[in-house]
């Protein structure tokens, strides 16, 4: 009888793994489930963005592929509005390989027919825009598989990572950029990809820590060089990263020790040293008055340049001090990461002579000017004022207008990140309640600085295109707090009813805005208003002279 007393011959009560909501989400595994995602996304690109007519999207399917074409001409590049460097760059090239593997005639602006001949110009430009939509397919697919292997690294349940990959998939920012030659997508997913790897080193000590924050310091500065709006996004991530740290950030006996720890940052220094001349040319043409006056820039704060980049500098130098002093890393690893991070970026600085030109330099050296120079008339003169409460009371108006459409309600918009915001800004209040403060606290900083960013961003209107900037932000947030609180949520019965409205609220809105544009009935006559200035040398067969 005593055998029935025994502990060992207590069961507990069986736990039904049909009930948990998160494997039923997941149940086709971490492989499986990234594939289904690649193609889901291959299916809406061919459904509705590779066979639409050729200039359904032509700001700025055309505008980049035009200077690409003039780039394998062998002429100087013309668009330089924000500045699409690295977009005309992989589309120059891939028309080169299409070309040499002999996919693409259509390859060079000496290669276009005349538009004199209309059908063997709209069979040329048919190819272009296609082959440039297949690249801007597959960078966008890329940029979501990096996605998924950063996002594990940095949760600890796969099932929350494929999760998070899912809703960025199908986020209104991967929907537009999927499918059309944009700027934003190369700009915005390097930033959110250095932070995510900063998050992921940060939060356990190794050896080769300070590689990894030169990669991400490399990364920021190439998403700048494609568009100047990336600068939002690099400011705030000193910020954003100062709580992901763990008891595991100490440093590791390496750095610890003096030998090992000094020589490294000596060398790392040296390679600063090194890159600091490599790039010196190109800062002093950023810099440059005449340039700077004949672009039409005006300084942003007491009448010269330079003073908000010395800031920002200042304000990521201090951040990794204080991040150091948080978390416990030595003085050592903190110098060479400080070196690290300043190779890295005067590094990916030289990219820039790959196709040199002085517009793109200037543009991405003073990236707040170059903004200014297409902000509204009321925004233009509060920057260019002296006035604090103008900028705050702008900055209000935005952060409003921002939650506003955060609501769905106010003010309808084709996101379907924001009823994401529905469920982080209580599980925020949830978490800290109990206690996974820090967790509370690094979902706060995410959704503030989307909040922050997209209130700046209403000023351009908040177009469909810009969500890729601050989409991931508010997915990451997300992703924490579930993987913290995954336990608590997996057996309760709305979860999976509340993940399944979720995910078709995401196709729904997501995929809006392809099919408008694959069923808009609206003509290219609107091309001629701007075609005379981006595409001088190639005139469209609808806007020539009679």
């Known amino acids: 009888m005593n055998q029935f007393l025994r502990p060992g011959a207590i069961t507990e009560p069986a736990i039904d793994a049909t009930r948990d909501a998160f494997d039923r989400l997941t149940f086709l595994g971490w492989r499986a489930g990234l594939a289904a995602i690649v193609a889901g996304l291959a299916i809406s690109f061919f459904l509705f963005g590779y066979a639409l007519i050729y200039w359904r999207n032509a700001d700025m399917d055309f505008m980049v592929i035009y200077n690409a074409l003039v780039l394998n001409d062998g002429k100087p590049q013309l668009f330089f509005d924000h500045t699409a460097y690295l977009t005309i760059l992989s589309v120059q090239f891939w028309f080169r390989l299409a070309h040499a593997l002999g996919l693409l005639d259509a390859w060079s602006l000496s290669a276009m027919p005349s538009s004199s001949n209309t059908a063997a110009f709209d069979a040329a ?201 948080i978390w416990h890393i030595s003085a050592s690893e903190t110098v060479t990461s400080i070196a690290a991070v300043a190779a890295g970026a005067l590094i990916a600085l030289t990219a820039l002579d790959i196709e040199y030109n002085t517009g793109n330099v200037i543009a991405v050296i003073n990236p707040l000017e170059k903004m200014l120079t297409f902000a509204d008339a009321n925004t233009s003169t509060v920057a260019n004022g002296s006035n604090p409460q103008g900028i705050l009371l702008l900055l209000f108006d935005g952060i409003a207008s921002v939650l506003a459409r955060y609501t769905f309600v106010l003010h309808s918009s084709p996101r379907p990140t924001v009823f994401l915001t529905w469920l982080i800004a209580p599980g925020i209040v949830y978490a800290w309640r109990r206690g996974e403060r820090l967790a509370a606290i690094q979902a706060l900083l995410l959704l503030s600085a989307a909040i922050g960013i997209d209130a700046l961003g209403v000023r351009r209107g908040l177009k469909s295109e810009y969500f890729i900037f601050t989409d991931p932000l508010i997915i990451l947030a997300g992703a924490i707090l579930l993987d913290r609180t995954i336990g608590d949520l997996r057996f309760r019965k709305w979860t999976y009813p509340v993940a399944m409205m979720l995910f078709g609220l995401h196709i729904a809105v997501g995929q809006a805005e392809p099919i408008k544009y694959a069923f808009m009935r609206r003509g290219p006559e609107s091309i001629c208003e701007w075609s005379p200035h981006y595409m001088p040398l190639l005139p469209p067969p609808w806007c020539r002279p009679p």
């Not at 996605?147 to 199908?170: N, P």
């Not at 000596?266 to 090194?274: F, M, P």
């Not at 005449?290 to 005006?298: I, N």
Request: glycine content about 8%; some cysteine.
């Open 125 to 325: 430009m048919n190819g272009a825009v296609r082959a440039g939509r297949l690249l801007a397919f597959l960078i966008a697919t890329g940029c979501v598989l990096i996605f998924a292997a950063l996002v594990r690294r940095i949760v600890r349940d796969w099932r929350v990572a494929l999760i998070a990959t899912l809703a960025f998939a199908l986020s209104g920012g991967i929907a537009v950029h999927s499918r059309i030659l944009r700027s934003e997508l190369l700009a915005a997913c390097p930033v959110i990809f250095a932070l995510m790897i900063l998050i992921a080193i940060g939060r356990r000590a190794h050896p080769a820590r300070p590689l990894g924050m030169a990669v991400a310091a490399a990364l920021c500065v190439l998403g700048l060089e494609n568009k100047v709006q990336a600068l939002l996004l690099i400011g705030a991530l000193p910020l954003v990263v100062m709580p992901f740290g763990s008891t595991a950030s100490r440093s590791v006996a390496f750095w610890k020790n003096r030998r090992s720890g000094w020589l490294t940052a000596g060398l790392a220094a040296l390679a600063a040293i090194a890159a600091a001349w490599a790039a010196w040319p190109l800062i002093a043409t950023g810099l440059d008055r005449a340039l700077l006056d004949a672009a039409q820039f005006h300084p942003l704060l007491s009448g010269r340049f330079g003073v908000y980049q010395a800031a920002l500098l200042l304000l990521i130098g201090g951040c990794m001090v204080a991040y150091a002093a």
